[in-house]
């Protein structure tokens, strides 16, 4: 969710993207830095994912989720509400996820 600090959306996606790696060092995501793909997962792939939490909403939301990849982890940087009611709906259907992985990717994971 963009806070009023957020100069950008760029900003908003390092914002989150640093917040779900506390402890790890900061990193920069955008064009020079990252590589940003879409792909479809079925629900049950959508477990592996590190999540803040799972709350959820009961909404309908066709968005795509965001992804980061950093090591070996991948953060769901944004769609905690609608992962945690796909799974919990056992929704049967594929989702969008926004991939972003690094490039020349330095991590300690």
């Known amino acids: 969710m963009p806070k009023h ?5 760029n900003a908003c996606l390092n914002r989150l993207t640093n917040e779900r790696l506390s402890g ?6 955008n064009e020079k830095t990252a590589v940003v793909r879409e792909e479809l997962w079925p629900t049950a792939q959508l477990n592996i994912l ?3 939490h799972q709350r959820v909403h009961n909404f ?7 992804v980061v ?7 769901l940087v ?3 509400h609608r ?8 929704y049967q259907s594929q989702h969008r996820v926004l991939l972003i992985s690094l490039l020349n990717e330095q991590s300690d994971s």
């Open 24 to 29: 790890c060092s900061q990193i920069q995501l």
């Open 83 to 90: 992962v945690t009611r796909w799974i919990t709906g056992a």
């Open 50 to 52: 590190e999540r803040k």
């Open 69 to 75: 990849e950093y090591g070996n982890r991948k953060i």
């Open 78 to 80: 944004d769609g905690n």
């Open 5 to 9: 600090s957020d100069n950008s959306p």
């Open 60 to 66: 309908n939301d066709d968005r795509p989720v965001i």
